[in-house]
């Protein structure tokens, strides 16, 4: 009788023990797959910027509109306007 109920009790730590070990596998699973999503994410932004640092070493128009566009420097005899962004009135001010 004592070895049945050792028997027993064995047979229930082993399968708790499993229990535990598929749920941590589950669990190891879905953090693989979000992580290979994410290392897709960042291997396309990667490739994005290859092409920018491409274009901005060989591609002078390319090199020439992002200093006008993001520096703000323009060609000599052209003028620069800038517009203030203004945040749009509120619901009870109309």
């Known amino acids: 009788m004592l070895f049945v109920a050792v028997v027993v009790v064995f047979t229930g730590y082993c399968a708790w023990n499993l229990w535990e070990l598929h749920q941590e596998y589950r669990r190891l699973l879905q953090e ?28 002078p128009a390319f090199v020439a509109l ?25 619901a009870n001010d109309r």
């Open 32 to 59: 693989e797959n979000k992580a290979r999503v994410m290392l897709a994410d960042e291997q396309q932004k990667f490739r994005d910027n290859q092409r920018v640092l491409d274009r901005l070493r060989n591609d």
């Open 66 to 90: 992002v200093i006008r566009s993001r520096l703000g420097y323009a060609r000599p005899g052209e003028l620069i306007f800038r517009f203030e962004q203004t945040a749009p009135p509120a």
